[in-house]
């Protein structure tokens, strides 16, 4: 029988899709012997991770509850199956996405500022602040982009970008897709600087790997829409830092980011006071029901596994 690993402290609860047709083995965080198993479920915080992999014996398959596995890569030795958790994230990180667009679009960041300083002159710099980003004046004092008719390029097509689409086109937003290889309503990345003078909102949903590192850079970011907004929900790398802080104080673009680089964000960083940022702490992916829909995925992998089916979700290069 196959012998599936997972660690001992999710609750029992969780584990009820687990067939009896392989046999859970309960691995301590802090291990101290070795354990023979066939499939490793491995645990989402990564020094945990570290514990215990030293410790496993016989071990084929790497089942990862992220989708992202750029931090998983480098501890596992050649020969194993790695495989990520696609799907997953999906619903959360969608939501996440779509709520970070519609906050920057009606600048609910700006008004959130006024409120804590109990006074609306504030919006007398409105103007201002949208002809410096935008290039001329709107018609009204408000500082108000819509959703409508703006093009949104998804950067790294996959399920979540999709999932990103379908929650975004109600609002009647239109569409660019870049995925690492070109197909049918999909161009390739090699496609990526024409199309990003042509978007009002771009979003990066791409795995960190040696091609992504700094997809964003400085001359990228120069390419975008005076006052585009520039959404990352990948990795804090894929966007270098220092080109984007200089384009948020020059005003030439805003961003809703997700993820940052260095992570998580140092004291004092000038990424904390940047204009025209919005910043959470590397939370897009998770919610109450992300564990439930993880595990649930591991336990048909483990299935297919112990039945000598096609696992999904492989990782190849990366990916």
Not at 242 to 256: G, P, S, V, W, Y
Not at 273 to 298: D, E, F, M, W
Request: aromatic share 6%.
């Amino acid at each position: 029988m196959v012998r599936v690993g997972i660690q001992a402290s999710i609750a029992p609860e969780l584990l009820q899709d687990f067939t009896r047709e392989v046999e859970l083995v309960r691995i301590p965080d802090q291990l101290e012997v070795d354990v023979e198993i066939d499939f490793w479920i491995a645990p989402p915080n990564l020094k945990i991770t570290q514990s215990q992999l030293p410790h496993l014996r016989g071990l084929r398959v790497v089942q990862s509850l992220w989708a992202g596995v750029d931090l998983l890569l480098p501890l596992l030795p050649p020969g194993l199956t790695l495989c990520d958790a696609q799907g997953v994230h999906d619903i959360p990180t969608a939501e996440w996405a779509v709520t970070a667009i519609l906050a920057m679009q009606r600048y609910l960041p700006f008004y959130f500022a006024l409120q804590q300083q109990e006074d609306w002159a504030g919006r007398k710099h409105s103007q201002q602040r949208y002809r410096q980003s935008h290039g001329s004046a709107p018609g009204s004092a408000a500082l108000i982009d819509e959703v409508a008719e703006a093009t949104v390029l998804i950067v790294g097509y996959g399920s979540i970008g999709k999932a990103i689409e379908s929650r975004l086109a109600p609002f009647g937003a239109r569409f660019l897709r870049v995925a690492r290889q070109a197909r049918e309503g999909v161009d390739s990345v090699s496609q990526l600087d024409q199309l990003l003078p042509r978007a009002d909102i771009v979003v990066l949903i791409t795995p960190l790997t040696p091609q992504t590192r700094h997809l964003m850079d400085a001359g990228r970011i120069a390419r975008m829409k005076p006052g585009a907004l520039l959404v990352n929900a990948s990795r804090g790398p894929v966007v270098d830092t220092d080109a984007l802080l200089q384009a948020l104080k020059e005003t030439r673009i805003r961003a809703a980011v997700d993820v940052t680089d260095p992570e998580p964000l140092p004291p004092g960083h000038p990424l904390w006071k940047a204009p025209n940022l919005l910043i959470t702490p590397h939370i897009a992916g998770a919610s109450a029901q992300y564990v439930k829909r993880a595990l649930k995925l591991a336990s048909e992998q483990a299935l297919r596994y112990a039945r000598g089916e096609p696992l999904i979700n492989v990782v190849d290069s990366g990916y």
